[in-house]
Protein backbone atom coordinates (compact mmCIF):
# COMPACT_ATOMS: atom_id res chain seq x y z
CA UNK A 1 0.00 0.00 0.00
CA UNK A 2 1.13 3.34 -0.49
CA UNK A 3 0.11 6.96 0.94
CA UNK A 4 0.95 9.70 -0.87
CA UNK A 5 0.50 13.23 0.97
CA UNK A 6 -0.60 16.11 -1.09
CA UNK A 7 -2.73 18.40 0.83
CA UNK A 8 -0.41 21.58 1.00
CA UNK A 9 -1.40 24.57 -0.65
CA UNK A 10 2.35 25.57 -1.22
CA UNK A 11 2.12 29.25 -0.35
CA UNK A 12 5.66 29.77 -1.30
CA UNK A 13 4.82 28.67 -4.88
CA UNK A 14 3.46 32.02 -4.84
CA UNK A 15 1.17 30.76 -7.97
CA UNK A 16 -2.54 29.97 -8.38
CA UNK A 17 -1.82 26.77 -9.21
CA UNK A 18 -1.51 24.00 -6.29
CA UNK A 19 1.96 23.02 -5.70
CA UNK A 20 2.00 19.17 -6.41
CA UNK A 21 0.36 19.88 -9.96
CA UNK A 22 3.40 22.38 -10.75
CA UNK A 23 5.69 20.53 -13.78
CA UNK A 24 9.10 18.93 -13.89
CA UNK A 25 10.15 17.66 -17.08
CA UNK A 26 6.63 18.02 -18.51
CA UNK A 27 4.52 16.01 -15.70
CA UNK A 28 3.09 17.64 -12.38
CA UNK A 29 5.01 16.52 -9.12
CA UNK A 30 2.38 14.62 -7.95
CA UNK A 31 2.92 12.50 -11.57
CA UNK A 32 6.25 11.15 -10.92
CA UNK A 33 5.06 10.10 -7.40
CA UNK A 34 2.78 7.97 -8.41
CA UNK A 35 4.20 6.55 -11.43
CA UNK A 36 7.38 5.86 -8.77
CA UNK A 37 4.56 3.99 -6.53
CA UNK A 38 3.21 1.94 -9.65
CA UNK A 39 6.99 0.80 -10.51
CA UNK A 40 7.60 0.08 -7.02
CA UNK A 41 4.42 -2.76 -7.16
CA UNK A 42 2.22 -1.08 -4.81
CA UNK A 43 -1.55 -2.82 -4.67
CA UNK A 44 -3.05 0.26 -3.42
CA UNK A 45 -2.65 4.18 -3.07
CA UNK A 46 -4.49 6.50 -1.49
CA UNK A 47 -3.52 10.54 -1.94
CA UNK A 48 -4.38 13.05 1.00
CA UNK A 49 -5.70 15.83 -0.47
CA UNK A 50 -6.29 19.46 0.74
CA UNK A 51 -6.25 22.54 -0.70
CA UNK A 52 -7.11 22.45 -4.90
CA UNK A 53 -8.72 18.51 -4.27
CA UNK A 54 -10.19 18.78 -7.16
CA UNK A 55 -7.84 20.31 -9.34
CA UNK A 56 -5.51 16.98 -8.22
CA UNK A 57 -8.05 14.53 -8.18
CA UNK A 58 -9.00 15.73 -11.34
CA UNK A 59 -5.44 14.94 -13.00
CA UNK A 60 -5.13 11.82 -11.03
CA UNK A 61 -8.25 10.37 -12.32
CA UNK A 62 -9.09 6.78 -10.97
CA UNK A 63 -5.21 6.24 -10.60
CA UNK A 64 -6.08 6.49 -7.19
CA UNK A 65 -8.28 6.84 -3.91
CA UNK A 66 -8.56 10.05 -2.09
CA UNK A 67 -9.40 11.18 1.30
CA UNK A 68 -9.80 14.88 2.17
CA UNK A 69 -7.97 16.53 5.06
CA UNK A 70 -9.70 19.25 5.98
CA UNK A 71 -7.39 21.19 8.16
CA UNK A 72 -3.84 21.26 7.44
CA UNK A 73 -2.63 20.16 11.51
CA UNK A 74 0.76 18.03 10.34
CA UNK A 75 2.07 14.94 8.53
CA UNK A 76 0.75 12.95 11.29
CA UNK A 77 -2.58 14.38 11.17
CA UNK A 78 -2.75 13.91 7.41
CA UNK A 79 -1.77 9.66 7.50
CA UNK A 80 -4.30 9.67 10.11
CA UNK A 81 -7.10 10.55 7.61
CA UNK A 82 -6.40 7.76 5.60
CA UNK A 83 -7.53 5.28 8.49
CA UNK A 84 -11.35 4.40 7.33
CA UNK A 85 -9.82 3.29 4.19
CA UNK A 86 -6.28 1.38 5.35
CA UNK A 87 -6.62 0.88 9.15
CA UNK A 88 -7.89 -2.44 9.01
CA UNK A 89 -5.27 -3.44 6.77
CA UNK A 90 -2.24 -5.81 6.60
CA UNK A 91 0.89 -5.26 5.52
CA UNK A 92 3.08 -2.82 4.87
CA UNK A 93 2.39 0.85 3.74
CA UNK A 94 4.76 3.44 2.41
CA UNK A 95 4.57 7.15 2.86
CA UNK A 96 5.51 9.74 0.23
CA UNK A 97 4.99 13.48 -0.28
CA UNK A 98 3.46 14.57 -3.79
CA UNK A 99 6.52 17.37 -3.85
CA UNK A 100 9.06 14.91 -4.30
CA UNK A 101 9.53 13.83 -7.74
CA UNK A 102 12.85 12.90 -7.90
CA UNK A 103 12.55 9.84 -5.63
CA UNK A 104 12.92 6.47 -7.77
CA UNK A 105 11.48 2.95 -7.68
CA UNK A 106 14.25 1.27 -7.18
CA UNK A 107 15.00 3.34 -3.87
CA UNK A 108 11.33 2.74 -2.80
CA UNK A 109 12.28 -1.04 -3.60
CA UNK A 110 15.02 -0.93 -2.07
CA UNK A 111 13.92 0.61 1.15
CA UNK A 112 11.15 -2.25 1.12
CA UNK A 113 13.79 -4.86 1.07
CA UNK A 114 15.57 -3.49 4.19
CA UNK A 115 12.25 -3.03 5.64
CA UNK A 116 11.13 -6.74 5.16
CA UNK A 117 14.64 -8.42 5.76
CA UNK A 118 14.77 -6.86 8.93
CA UNK A 119 11.14 -7.74 10.24
CA UNK A 120 10.63 -3.72 11.06
CA UNK A 121 8.02 -2.00 12.37
CA UNK A 122 9.15 1.15 11.03
CA UNK A 123 12.00 2.34 8.01
CA UNK A 124 12.83 5.83 7.73
CA UNK A 125 14.16 6.77 3.94
CA UNK A 126 17.35 9.18 4.99
CA UNK A 127 19.72 11.36 3.13
CA UNK A 128 23.35 12.39 3.95
CA UNK A 129 23.13 16.11 2.70
CA UNK A 130 25.71 18.95 2.42
CA UNK A 131 23.11 21.64 3.88
CA UNK A 132 20.70 19.73 6.38
CA UNK A 133 19.41 23.66 7.61
CA UNK A 134 15.31 23.50 7.70
CA UNK A 135 15.17 19.34 8.13
CA UNK A 136 14.49 17.41 10.27
CA UNK A 137 17.66 15.35 11.74
CA UNK A 138 18.05 11.76 12.28
CA UNK A 139 19.24 10.91 15.90
CA UNK A 140 20.86 7.32 16.40
CA UNK A 141 22.57 5.84 19.10
CA UNK A 142 26.23 4.18 20.01
CA UNK A 143 25.29 1.17 17.97
CA UNK A 144 24.17 3.19 15.21
CA UNK A 145 20.13 2.37 15.61
CA UNK A 146 17.89 5.23 14.82
CA UNK A 147 16.82 7.08 18.17
CA UNK A 148 14.02 9.62 17.07
CA UNK A 149 13.74 12.29 14.18
CA UNK A 150 14.14 15.62 15.89
CA UNK A 151 12.48 18.29 13.41
CA UNK A 152 14.89 21.90 12.92
CA UNK A 153 13.07 24.19 15.29
CA UNK A 154 13.48 21.47 17.86
CA UNK A 155 16.90 20.45 17.38
CA UNK A 156 19.65 21.50 20.28
CA UNK A 157 22.73 22.85 18.52
CA UNK A 158 24.47 19.43 18.62
CA UNK A 159 21.53 17.90 16.87
CA UNK A 160 21.52 20.98 14.29
CA UNK A 161 25.07 19.58 13.39
CA UNK A 162 23.95 16.53 11.95
CA UNK A 163 23.68 16.33 8.21
CA UNK A 164 21.75 13.10 8.02
CA UNK A 165 18.38 13.78 7.10
CA UNK A 166 14.76 12.59 7.19
CA UNK A 167 13.46 12.76 3.46
CA UNK A 168 10.14 12.13 4.81
CA UNK A 169 9.80 9.09 3.17
CA UNK A 170 8.80 5.43 5.10
CA UNK A 171 7.38 2.09 5.39
CA UNK A 172 5.94 1.10 8.30
CA UNK A 173 3.84 -2.30 9.39
CA UNK A 174 0.08 -0.38 8.80
CA UNK A 175 -1.19 -1.73 12.07
CA UNK A 176 1.41 -0.68 13.62
CA UNK A 177 1.74 3.22 12.21
CA UNK A 178 -2.35 3.33 12.86
CA UNK A 179 -1.79 2.01 16.79
CA UNK A 180 0.92 4.89 16.70
CA UNK A 181 -0.99 7.58 15.46
CA UNK A 182 -3.47 7.77 17.94
CA UNK A 183 -0.86 8.35 20.24
CA UNK A 184 1.05 11.04 18.44
CA UNK A 185 0.40 14.94 20.47
CA UNK A 186 1.21 17.69 19.01
CA UNK A 187 3.39 19.54 21.66
CA UNK A 188 5.97 21.13 19.81
CA UNK A 189 7.53 24.08 18.41
CA UNK A 190 5.13 24.05 15.04
CA UNK A 191 1.66 23.11 17.58
CA UNK A 192 1.60 20.10 14.85
CA UNK A 193 1.08 16.16 14.77
CA UNK A 194 4.50 15.07 13.44
CA UNK A 195 4.57 11.63 11.59
CA UNK A 196 7.96 11.84 12.52
CA UNK A 197 6.89 11.08 16.83
CA UNK A 198 5.54 7.85 15.04
CA UNK A 199 8.89 6.03 14.76
CA UNK A 200 9.75 7.25 18.92
CA UNK A 201 6.81 5.83 19.94
CA UNK A 202 7.49 2.66 17.91
CA UNK A 203 10.70 2.00 19.08
CA UNK A 204 9.48 2.76 22.51
CA UNK A 205 7.12 -0.17 22.00
CA UNK A 206 10.01 -2.25 21.83
CA UNK A 207 9.44 -2.74 17.92
CA UNK A 208 12.26 -2.60 15.35
CA UNK A 209 13.06 0.71 13.94
CA UNK A 210 15.16 1.15 11.01
CA UNK A 211 16.91 3.66 8.39
CA UNK A 212 17.47 2.98 4.87
CA UNK A 213 20.24 5.63 3.55
CA UNK A 214 19.40 7.29 -0.21
CA UNK A 215 22.63 6.49 -2.61
CA UNK A 216 21.50 10.09 -3.96
CA UNK A 217 20.53 12.43 -1.22
CA UNK A 218 18.05 14.37 -4.49
CA UNK A 219 15.75 11.72 -4.30
CA UNK A 220 14.78 13.33 -0.96
CA UNK A 221 14.36 16.81 -2.14
CA UNK A 222 11.01 18.20 -1.16
CA UNK A 223 10.00 21.64 -3.63
CA UNK A 224 8.76 24.21 -2.09
CA UNK A 225 9.36 27.46 -4.14
CA UNK A 226 10.03 28.18 -7.43
CA UNK A 227 13.51 27.98 -6.97
CA UNK A 228 13.63 24.39 -5.75
CA UNK A 229 11.64 23.71 -8.62
CA UNK A 230 14.09 24.72 -11.03
CA UNK A 231 16.39 22.83 -9.28
CA UNK A 232 14.62 19.59 -9.72
CA UNK A 233 14.06 20.15 -13.13
CA UNK A 234 17.82 21.01 -13.66
CA UNK A 235 18.54 17.42 -11.62
CA UNK A 236 15.99 15.56 -13.40
CA UNK A 237 16.63 16.92 -16.59
CA UNK A 238 20.26 15.15 -16.23
CA UNK A 239 18.95 12.14 -14.93
CA UNK A 240 17.00 11.41 -18.22
CA UNK A 241 19.77 12.61 -20.50
CA UNK A 242 21.92 10.11 -18.95
CA UNK A 243 19.54 7.44 -19.25
CA UNK A 244 19.06 7.93 -22.98
CA UNK A 245 22.82 7.64 -23.21
CA UNK A 246 23.23 4.58 -21.64
CA UNK A 247 20.63 3.73 -24.19
CA UNK A 248 22.55 4.57 -26.81
CA UNK A 249 21.29 7.54 -28.05
CA UNK A 250 23.89 11.01 -29.05
CA UNK A 251 23.26 14.13 -27.20
CA UNK A 252 25.75 16.31 -28.66
CA UNK A 253 25.46 18.77 -26.09
CA UNK A 254 23.17 17.74 -22.93
CA UNK A 255 22.97 21.48 -21.56
CA UNK A 256 21.06 22.33 -24.40
CA UNK A 257 18.92 19.47 -24.76
CA UNK A 258 15.57 18.92 -23.52
CA UNK A 259 13.87 15.37 -22.82
CA UNK A 260 10.63 15.14 -21.04
CA UNK A 261 9.92 12.40 -18.45
CA UNK A 262 7.81 10.19 -21.06
CA UNK A 263 9.39 10.32 -24.28
CA UNK A 264 10.85 7.05 -25.68
CA UNK A 265 14.10 6.94 -28.22
CA UNK A 266 15.33 4.38 -30.41
CA UNK A 267 19.21 3.96 -30.08
CA UNK A 268 21.76 5.46 -32.71
CA UNK A 269 19.65 8.29 -32.99
CA UNK A 270 21.40 11.70 -32.64
CA UNK A 271 20.08 14.76 -31.16
CA UNK A 272 22.04 17.86 -32.04
CA UNK A 273 21.71 21.43 -29.75
CA UNK A 274 18.59 23.00 -29.31
CA UNK A 275 16.36 20.22 -29.50
CA UNK A 276 13.48 19.79 -27.06
CA UNK A 277 10.98 16.34 -27.47
CA UNK A 278 8.07 16.83 -25.21
CA UNK A 279 4.91 14.79 -23.97
CA UNK A 280 4.48 11.43 -25.42
CA UNK A 281 6.66 11.42 -27.89
CA UNK A 282 8.38 8.34 -29.49
CA UNK A 283 11.24 8.13 -31.94
CA UNK A 284 12.95 5.23 -33.55
CA UNK A 285 16.28 4.47 -34.71
CA UNK A 286 18.74 6.09 -36.48
CA UNK A 287 17.51 9.58 -36.38
CA UNK A 288 18.67 12.95 -36.70
CA UNK A 289 16.95 15.48 -34.36
CA UNK A 290 18.13 18.97 -34.71
CA UNK A 291 19.46 21.26 -34.48
CA UNK A 292 16.34 23.90 -32.96
CA UNK A 293 13.78 20.82 -33.04
CA UNK A 294 10.60 21.22 -31.00
CA UNK A 295 8.45 18.21 -31.03
CA UNK A 296 5.53 17.36 -29.08
CA UNK A 297 3.47 14.22 -28.83
CA UNK A 298 4.80 12.97 -32.23
CA UNK A 299 5.34 9.51 -33.36
CA UNK A 300 8.85 9.27 -34.97
CA UNK A 301 9.74 6.21 -36.89
CA UNK A 302 13.29 5.19 -37.86
CA UNK A 303 15.74 6.82 -40.24
CA UNK A 304 14.19 10.19 -39.89
CA UNK A 305 15.76 13.42 -40.24
CA UNK A 306 14.16 17.12 -38.44
CA UNK A 307 15.64 20.16 -38.52
CA UNK A 308 14.59 23.61 -37.78
CA UNK A 309 11.20 22.49 -37.33
CA UNK A 310 8.20 22.16 -35.08
CA UNK A 311 5.53 19.13 -34.79
CA UNK A 312 2.60 18.59 -32.28
CA UNK A 313 0.49 15.41 -32.82
CA UNK A 314 1.91 14.25 -35.31
CA UNK A 315 3.59 10.70 -37.22
CA UNK A 316 6.24 10.35 -39.18
CA UNK A 317 7.15 7.14 -40.92
CA UNK A 318 10.74 5.57 -41.70
CA UNK A 319 12.89 7.89 -44.21
CA UNK A 320 10.81 11.25 -43.90
CA UNK A 321 13.05 14.11 -43.73
CA UNK A 322 11.69 17.59 -42.12
CA UNK A 323 12.85 20.88 -42.24
CA UNK A 324 14.17 23.19 -42.21
CA UNK A 325 11.92 25.42 -40.90
CA UNK A 326 8.73 23.15 -41.09
CA UNK A 327 5.51 23.19 -39.41
CA UNK A 328 3.35 19.89 -39.02
CA UNK A 329 0.14 20.27 -36.53
CA UNK A 330 -1.69 17.93 -35.32
CA UNK A 331 -3.10 15.09 -37.57
CA UNK A 332 -0.51 15.51 -39.76
CA UNK A 333 0.66 11.96 -41.11
CA UNK A 334 3.59 11.47 -43.51
CA UNK A 335 3.92 8.19 -45.65
CA UNK A 336 7.66 6.19 -46.06
CA UNK A 337 10.24 8.41 -47.39
CA UNK A 338 8.37 12.12 -47.55
CA UNK A 339 9.97 14.99 -48.01
CA UNK A 340 9.00 18.18 -46.15
CA UNK A 341 10.61 21.52 -46.80
CA UNK A 342 11.45 24.60 -45.49
CA UNK A 343 8.32 27.22 -44.31
CA UNK A 344 5.90 23.71 -45.33
CA UNK A 345 2.70 23.92 -42.89
CA UNK A 346 0.79 20.40 -42.35
CA UNK A 347 -2.21 20.44 -40.35
CA UNK A 348 -4.65 17.52 -40.75
CA UNK A 349 -2.97 16.06 -44.24
CA UNK A 350 -2.32 12.25 -44.63
CA UNK A 351 0.83 12.08 -46.91
CA UNK A 352 1.65 9.10 -49.43
CA UNK A 353 4.65 7.17 -49.28
CA UNK A 354 7.18 9.22 -51.07
CA UNK A 355 5.34 12.84 -51.51
CA UNK A 356 7.08 15.58 -51.50
CA UNK A 357 6.51 19.42 -50.30
CA UNK A 358 9.56 20.81 -50.58
CA UNK A 359 8.76 24.46 -49.87
CA UNK A 360 6.82 27.41 -48.95
CA UNK A 361 3.38 25.82 -48.80
CA UNK A 362 0.38 24.89 -46.62
CA UNK A 363 -1.75 21.52 -46.75
CA UNK A 364 -4.10 21.10 -44.44
CA UNK A 365 -7.11 18.67 -44.67
CA UNK A 366 -5.91 16.72 -46.99
CA UNK A 367 -5.35 13.54 -48.37
CA UNK A 368 -2.40 12.42 -50.71
CA UNK A 369 -1.59 9.52 -52.59
CA UNK A 370 2.01 8.32 -52.87
CA UNK A 371 5.17 10.39 -55.01
CA UNK A 372 2.61 13.25 -54.83
CA UNK A 373 4.88 16.32 -55.85
CA UNK A 374 3.73 19.87 -54.54
CA UNK A 375 5.43 22.67 -56.10
CA UNK A 376 6.84 26.01 -54.14
CA UNK A 377 3.71 28.70 -52.60
CA UNK A 378 1.38 25.87 -53.48
CA UNK A 379 -1.81 25.71 -50.82
CA UNK A 380 -5.15 24.04 -50.03
CA UNK A 381 -8.06 26.52 -49.38
CA UNK A 382 -9.51 24.26 -46.84
CA UNK A 383 -11.47 26.93 -44.31
CA UNK A 384 -14.31 29.32 -45.93
CA UNK A 385 -14.95 30.64 -43.04
CA UNK A 386 -17.76 28.18 -41.87
CA UNK A 387 -15.96 24.60 -42.45
CA UNK A 388 -13.01 22.73 -43.42
CA UNK A 389 -13.46 21.32 -46.00
CA UNK A 390 -10.79 17.96 -47.92
CA UNK A 391 -8.66 18.16 -50.36
CA UNK A 392 -7.69 15.08 -52.57
CA UNK A 393 -4.94 14.32 -54.83
CA UNK A 394 -3.84 10.57 -56.45
CA UNK A 395 -0.69 9.13 -56.86
CA UNK A 396 1.96 10.41 -58.92
CA UNK A 397 0.11 13.97 -59.34
CA UNK A 398 1.65 17.05 -59.76
CA UNK A 399 0.62 19.95 -58.18
CA UNK A 400 2.70 23.10 -59.94
CA UNK A 401 3.67 26.67 -58.30
CA UNK A 402 1.53 28.77 -56.88
CA UNK A 403 -1.73 26.42 -57.26
CA UNK A 404 -5.10 27.19 -55.19
CA UNK A 405 -5.95 24.16 -54.63
CA UNK A 406 -10.23 25.50 -53.29
CA UNK A 407 -11.66 22.53 -51.13
CA UNK A 408 -13.32 20.36 -51.94
CA UNK A 409 -11.80 19.25 -54.50
CA UNK A 410 -10.39 16.09 -55.99
CA UNK A 411 -6.98 15.88 -58.22
CA UNK A 412 -7.17 12.59 -60.09
CA UNK A 413 -4.21 9.86 -60.23
CA UNK A 414 -1.36 11.27 -62.47
CA UNK A 415 -3.11 14.48 -62.92
CA UNK A 416 -0.87 17.67 -63.82
CA UNK A 417 -1.98 21.09 -62.40
CA UNK A 418 -0.24 24.14 -64.58
CA UNK A 419 1.00 26.78 -62.31
CA UNK A 420 0.18 29.84 -60.83
CA UNK A 421 -3.74 28.09 -61.42
CA UNK A 422 -7.00 28.24 -59.08
CA UNK A 423 -8.42 24.80 -59.10
CA UNK A 424 -12.17 25.09 -57.71
CA UNK A 425 -13.50 21.75 -60.15
CA UNK A 426 -12.32 18.27 -59.83
CA UNK A 427 -9.53 16.93 -61.81
CA UNK A 428 -9.48 13.82 -63.63
CA UNK A 429 -6.90 10.77 -63.86
CA UNK A 430 -4.06 11.65 -66.60
CA UNK A 431 -5.91 15.36 -66.81
CA UNK A 432 -3.52 18.61 -67.12
CA UNK A 433 -5.50 21.82 -65.53
CA UNK A 434 -4.95 24.94 -66.11
CA UNK A 435 -7.02 27.77 -64.38
CA UNK A 436 -5.17 31.32 -64.86
CA UNK A 437 -6.30 34.44 -67.11
CA UNK A 438 -5.15 34.98 -70.40
CA UNK A 439 -1.56 36.98 -70.70
CA UNK A 440 -1.82 40.29 -72.26
CA UNK A 441 1.08 42.41 -73.33
CA UNK A 442 0.83 46.37 -73.45
CA UNK A 443 3.39 47.65 -76.26
CA UNK A 444 4.96 50.77 -74.78
CA UNK A 445 3.22 51.05 -72.18
CA UNK A 446 5.58 50.94 -69.21
CA UNK A 447 6.95 54.36 -70.38
CA UNK A 448 3.50 55.86 -70.28
CA UNK A 449 3.34 55.15 -66.59
CA UNK A 450 6.89 55.60 -65.57
CA UNK A 451 5.50 59.62 -67.08
CA UNK A 452 2.60 59.52 -65.26
CA UNK A 453 4.07 58.53 -62.28
CA UNK A 454 6.75 61.32 -62.50
CA UNK A 455 3.86 63.64 -63.08
CA UNK A 456 2.54 62.96 -60.09
CA UNK A 457 5.37 63.51 -58.04
CA UNK A 458 6.72 67.03 -59.33
CA UNK A 459 2.97 67.83 -59.10
CA UNK A 460 2.80 66.93 -55.63
CA UNK A 461 6.40 68.90 -54.61
CA UNK A 462 4.88 72.45 -56.10
CA UNK A 463 1.61 71.68 -54.04
Do not use: W
Request: with cysteine; aromatic share 4%.
Amino acid sequence: MAIILAAGQGKRMKSKLYKVLHQVCGKPMVGHVLQTVKESDCQRTVVVVGHGAEAVQGYIGDGAEFVLQEQQLGTGHAVLQTEQLLGSEEGTTVILYGDTPLVTSDTIKALLELHNRKESAATVLTAVVPNPQGLGRIIRNEAGAVQRIVEQKDCTPEQAAIHEINTGMYCFDNRKLFEALKRVTNDNAQGEYYLTDVMEIIREAGDVVEAYCATDFAEGIGVNDRVGLAEAEQLMRARIVRKHQLAGVSIIDAAATYIEADVIIGPDTVLLPGTLLRGRTVIGEDCVIGPQADITDTEIADRVTVKHSVTCEAVIADECSVGPYAYLRPGSRLGVGCKIGDFVEIKNAELGAGSKVSHLSYIGDAILGTEVNIGCGAITANYDGYNKSLTQIGDNAFVGSNVNLIAPVKIGNGAYVVAGSTITHDVAEGDVAIARERQVNKSGYADKLRARAKAKKESSKQE
